[in-house]
């Protein structure tokens, strides 16, 4: 079965400065990757997915990450981050029609 | 076009209880899948039902069961409830394409609100 590790469980960056949120999967064949950011109170909301069209993803609010076959990766990114990106983020991915979710990281945003 | 809808969005209940959640899916999606949120566990998969069918089923207790009706529309039910059933049980829809019946891995899942269920 396929996996997803996410390294750091609480991420805390200043308001401006880069946001990189860490994901390594773990897969034999190619994965499907996702993710998915959750604001309090509420569900998940799709951020973006790798499906191997390209390696380069760019996905909702500004956030992009980019499928690294030689290092299992799955990192978000985002270059400047808004007070408004503080929630949590995982990472997924498919596995046996179903879709396995990492532990999740919750980015901090300091003013 | 409308999201997926969870109800109740709260609930309270006690152990030995038994609970029911329901899910709406966005109109045309024909597959609904749950999920159970804990700050311990995480997001962890319980069952996903296309047609009425339940296609996959995740590492839980016989006391977590699903149904879907033909309105795409789907409960899950957990009977002789305990304090660690206490969660946010979310809900995803997403639209199958295919004949087969198997996901299609570029579906996008649409989750609900989520219904937080407390156990006392």
């Known amino acids: 079965a396929q996996s997803v590790t996410q390294l750091g469980s609480h991420v805390s960056v200043s308001e401006g400065a880069l946001v990189l949120l860490r994901c390594n999967y773990s897969?034999?064949?190619?994965?499907?990757l996702f993710w998915y950011v959750q604001y309090p109170n509420q569900g998940l909301q799709l951020l973006l997915k790798?499906?191997?069209?390209?390696?380069l993803v760019k996905g909702i609010n500004g956030f992009e990450a980019e499928f690294k076959k030689s290092e299992t990766s799955f990192h978000l990114t985002k270059p400047s981050a808004h007070m408004s990106d503080a929630a949590e983020y995982f990472c997924a991915v498919r596995s046996d029609d179903k879709i396995i979710f990492g532990k999740g990281t919750r980015l901090h945003i300091l003013p | 076009k409308a999201g997926v809808t969870q109800t109740p969005r709260y609930l309270i209940k006690t152990r030995g209880q038994q609970v029911t959640l329901s899910c709406s899916p966005i109109?045309?999606?024909?597959?609904v899948s749950w999920y159970q949120q804990t700050p311990g566990q995480g997001l962890q998969f319980l069952f996903e039902?296309?047609?009425?069918?339940?296609?996959n089923k995740g590492n839980f207790p016989g006391r977590f069961s699903g149904r879907q009706f033909s309105n795409s529309r789907s409960e899950m039910n957990v009977s002789t409830l305990e304090l660690g059933d206490s969660a946010l049980y979310l809900c995803?829809?997403?639209?199958?394409?295919?004949?087969?019946?198997?996901?299609?891995?570029?579906?996008?899942?649409?989750f609900g609100p989520g219904t937080r269920l407390t156990v006392l």
């Open positions: 897969s034999s064949v190619p994965p499907y």
């Open positions: 039902y296309f047609s009425e069918t339940q296609r």
């Open positions: 995803a829809s997403s639209y199958h394409r295919g004949t087969s019946g198997r996901a299609s891995s570029y579906n996008e899942q649409f």
């Open positions: 790798y499906t191997s069209a390209a390696t």
């Open positions: 109109s045309g999606h024909r597959s």
